[in-house]
């Protein structure tokens, strides 16, 4: 037995497909078919069996994964150890962005991170929040920067920087021309381009509700870069982080400030505790941090 085995097992457990388990790991299918077939080997039992929608658990695969799960911790602790004995941190490192995070703002940091520690490899990922907070509660993650609340209580956040969710809108149009802030009652009447279940589609809905009117929805995306895009084309108006919003001049798009009060966002850097961070996890979380924080934000000269 050994750790490759583990790692697939807990990764067709997870994604209850060996296909997509084996383009996670970076392995060929067969490749991972045989590590699964000597780990059973090895125990004696079945642990998967395939089945039409994928691949399912069988009784002796459900007790045998947590113990599979803890065994994987204990490593990563183990190595986390050793590796703060480490001067000069090196090896890999995996993050997981928010999309508007991982457009606008790490490109400018892993380009100053890289100068400072050449040695370490960043490896980089985009995802939805549910996504990328499960991805770091089963290890596959080191870090991930993610909007508050968290649904995982287990987990450790570090809060970033806090901002207002702005509206969006094409180019000349009327609530860009009231050149003030606005309600977001004064935009509900507008065709909407919305990420189903955040924060923004949440006020804009509340808005409407006020207004008395039902939400004018023009396109459903699942990320705020694709919002912004359909924007630009005239398809309707957003609610978007500010971080996006700062190079609007040279986009096809207008920023209308909301007003007081208005819906905001709080990001925040997460991870599973100190103790299962490698000394180059840590050089990154560091680095994270105090580049934020001596910008006071994520500002355009971040770093």
Same mark, same amino acid.
């Given at each position: 037995m050994n750790t490759e085995q583990l790692k697939a097992f807990v990764q067709v457990a997870r994604e209850g497909r060996l296909?997509?388990?084996?383009?996670?790991?970076?392995?060929?299918?067969?490749?991972?078919?045989?590590?699964?077939?000597?780990?059973?080997?090895?125990?004696?039992?079945?642990?998967?069996?395939?089945?039409?929608?994928?691949?399912?658990?069988?009784?002796?695969?459900?007790?045998? @994964? *947590?113990?599979? $799960?803890?065994? =994987?911790? /204990?490593?990563?602790?183990?190595?986390?150890? #050793?590796?703060?004995?480490?001067?000069?941190?090196?090896?890999?490192?995996?993050?997981?962005?928010?999309?508007?995070?991982?457009?606008?703002?790490?490109?400018?940091?892993?380009?100053?991170?890289?100068?400072?520690?050449?040695?370490v490899l960043p490896r980089l990922s985009e995802g939805t929040h549910d996504v990328l907070e499960a991805r770091v509660t089963s290890g596959e993650l080191d870090l991930c920067i993610v909007s @508050? *609340?968290?649904? $995982?209580?287990? =987990?450790? /956040?570090?809060?970033?920087?806090?901002?207002? #969710?702005?509206l969006a809108v094409p180019r000349g149009h009327r609530l860009a021309k009231l050149k003030r802030p606005v309600e977001l009652t004064e935009a509900v009447e507008e065709p909407l381009v919305v990420i189903p279940g955040m924060a923004g589609t949440y006020a804009l809905e509340a808005a409407c509700e006020a207004r008395g009117v039902k939400p004018r929805v023009a396109v459903e995306m699942d990320n705020a870069e694709g919002m912004r895009r359909m924007v630009e084309r005239g398809l309707g108006v957003a609610l978007l982080p500010e971080l996006m919003a700062r190079d609007h001049a040279a986009r096809g798009f207008d920023v209308v400030e909301?007003?007081?009060?208005?819906?905001?966002?709080?990001?925040?850097?997460?991870?599973?505790?100190?103790?299962?961070?490698?000394?180059?996890?840590?050089?990154?979380?560091?680095?994270?941090?105090?580049?934020?924080?001596?910008?006071?934000?994520?500002?355009?000269?971040?770093?």
């Amino acid at each position: 037995m050994n750790t490759e085995q583990l790692k697939a097992f807990v990764q067709v457990a997870r994604e209850g497909r060996l296909t997509v388990a084996a383009k996670q790991l970076g392995v060929s299918q067969p490749g991972l078919s045989r590590q699964l077939q000597a780990l059973e080997a090895e125990l004696g039992v079945k642990l998967l069996v395939r089945a039409p929608g994928g691949v399912v658990m069988t009784d002796a695969g459900e007790r045998f @994964l *947590p113990h599979a $799960r803890r065994a =994987l911790d /204990a490593l990563t602790v183990g190595t986390a150890e #050793l590796g703060a004995l480490t001067t000069t941190p090196r090896g890999t490192v995996s993050l997981g962005t928010l999309h508007s995070v991982g457009t606008y703002l790490l490109p400018q940091l892993v380009r100053a991170f890289k100068g400072r520690y050449p040695e370490v490899l960043p490896r980089l990922s985009e995802g939805t929040h549910d996504v990328l907070e499960a991805r770091v509660t089963s290890g596959e993650l080191d870090l991930c920067i993610v909007s @508050l *609340p968290l649904k $995982r209580l287990d =987990l450790v /956040a570090q809060k970033l920087w806090e901002e207002a #969710l702005v509206l969006a809108v094409p180019r000349g149009h009327r609530l860009a021309k009231l050149k003030r802030p606005v309600e977001l009652t004064e935009a509900v009447e507008e065709p909407l381009v919305v990420i189903p279940g955040m924060a923004g589609t949440y006020a804009l809905e509340a808005a409407c509700e006020a207004r008395g009117v039902k939400p004018r929805v023009a396109v459903e995306m699942d990320n705020a870069e694709g919002m912004r895009r359909m924007v630009e084309r005239g398809l309707g108006v957003a609610l978007l982080p500010e971080l996006m919003a700062r190079d609007h001049a040279a986009r096809g798009f207008d920023v209308v400030e909301v007003k007081k009060g208005g819906p905001r966002r709080q990001v925040a850097l997460v991870h599973r505790g100190e103790e299962y961070l490698t000394a180059a996890a840590r050089a990154l979380k560091t680095f994270i941090v105090d580049s934020l924080r001596q910008a006071k934000g994520p500002s355009a000269n971040t770093v």
